[in-house]
């Protein structure tokens, strides 16, 4: 919820609200902020963006089993890219790519699994097969297009990892 200074300034914790609702304080001589793509930390640190993207991607993902899969694999076409990520316990992370607006149109349009087959067969028939042979793990995801970002990733006590930083 805060981030604690010393009188230069200089982050040296921060304040937190657990559940139950009480407040804790947790000091440190370095603060991490790895909260993902709407960091508080980066926020209240006032880490500023020193590059903005111009264009936007979407993607559409979702887990599938595949116990032998032990390698990356990517696929790009024109409009079109997709991918596969081996995870844990026996299961890859298969991912498909397009522009943002077709996204948000086409998701409209016919919803999330049409729209994932789609995208898939366009970039990477090869996995589209394999996800067409297997039951999904859990629900397929989006990742409606934002543009990329790098932010100042360090300051006086803090520092930024990941999409904290950049994205």
Same mark, same amino acid.
């Given at each position: 919820?805060?981030?604690?200074?010393?009188?230069?300034?200089?982050?040296?914790?921060?304040?937190?609200?657990?559940? =139950? =609702?009480?407040?804790? #304080?947790?000091?440190?001589?370095?603060?991490?902020?790895?909260?993902?793509? %709407?960091?508080?930390?980066?926020?209240?640190?006032?880490? *500023?963006?020193?590059?903005?993207?111009?264009?936007?991607?979407?993607?559409?993902?979702?887990?599938?089993?595949?116990?032998?899969?032990?390698? $990356?694999?990517?696929? $790009?076409?024109? =409009?079109?890219?997709?991918?596969?990520?081996?995870?844990?316990? =026996?299961?890859?992370?298969?991912?498909?790519?397009?522009?943002?607006? %077709?996204?948000?149109?086409?998701?409209?349009?016919?919803?999330?699994?049409?729209?994932?087959?789609?995208?898939?067969?366009?970039?990477? *028939?090869?996995?589209?097969?394999?996800?067409?042979?297997?039951? *999904?793990?859990?629900?397929?995801?989006?990742?409606?297009?934002? *543009?990329? $970002?790098?932010? %100042?990733? #360090?300051?006086?006590?803090?520092?930024?990892?990941?999409?904290?930083? $950049?994205?």
């Amino acid at each position: 919820t805060g981030l604690c200074r010393d009188r230069t300034g200089r982050v040296t914790g921060v304040l937190a609200r657990v559940r =139950g =609702g009480d407040t804790v #304080t947790f000091r440190a001589p370095l603060t991490i902020g790895a909260d993902g793509l %709407r960091s508080t930390v980066a926020r209240l640190a006032a880490a *500023p963006t020193v590059r903005r993207g111009a264009a936007a991607s979407a993607l559409v993902y979702g887990y599938w089993p595949s116990p032998s899969a032990w390698q $990356y694999d990517w696929f $790009y076409r024109p =409009g079109v890219s997709a991918g596969i990520i081996p995870t844990n316990d =026996g299961q890859v992370c298969i991912w498909a790519g397009l522009p943002a607006d %077709r996204f948000a149109d086409e998701r409209r349009r016919s919803g999330m699994e049409d729209l994932f087959a789609r995208v898939l067969t366009e970039a990477a *028939p090869e996995a589209a097969t394999l996800v067409a042979r297997a039951e *999904p793990i859990g629900a397929l995801r989006g990742f409606p297009g934002m *543009p990329g $970002y790098l932010r %100042r990733a #360090t300051g006086p006590g803090w520092a930024l990892v990941g999409d904290d930083g $950049y994205f």
